[in-house]
Nanobody, 118 residues
Framework: QVQLVQSGGGLVQAGGSLRLSCAASGTAFSVMAWFRQAPGKEREFLARVSWSGTMQDTADSVKGRFTISSDVSNVYLQMNSLKPEDTAVYYC???????????????WGQGTQVTVSS
């Protein structure tokens, strides 16, 4: 049974930091990624990392503030200098393709709300 269990998130003031975690089990995968979806908007790619950790990249929209990391079957998203526009539901995902497209990911976490107050 495939499970992606997310933790972290919550309410933070602008300028603050949060760390999201995602534990994956029950499947083999090559790539782990983070996406987010704000109300009324499409799901947005944030960052991806290969299972080995040797490849990673971050979307320009959050580069310099968000950092993806991984160990074994866990993936993390460190978010610094948070802004109100970062408010969204954040999702982790795993799959076999090195892609930024959500259709390329096979399994998704349950989502976690991040709210940044001004």
């Amino acid at each position: 049974q495939v499970q992606l269990v997310q933790s972290g998130g919550g309410l933070v003031q602008a300028g603050g930091s949060l760390r999201l975690s995602c534990a994956a089990s029950g499947t083999a995968f090559s790539v782990m990624a983070w996406f987010r979806q704000a109300p009324g908007k499409e799901r947005e790619f944030l960052a991806r990392v290969s299972w080995s950790g040797t490849m990673q990249d971050t979307a320009d929209s959050v580069k310099g503030r968000f950092t993806i990391s991984s160990d074994v079957s866990n993936v993390y998203l460190q978010m610094n200098s948070l802004k109100p526009e970062d408010t969204a539901v954040y999702y982790c995902a795993v799959g076999g393709k090195w892609t930024i497209r959500e259709s390329g990911y096979d399994y998704w976490g349950q989502g976690t709300q991040v709210t940044v107050s001004s």
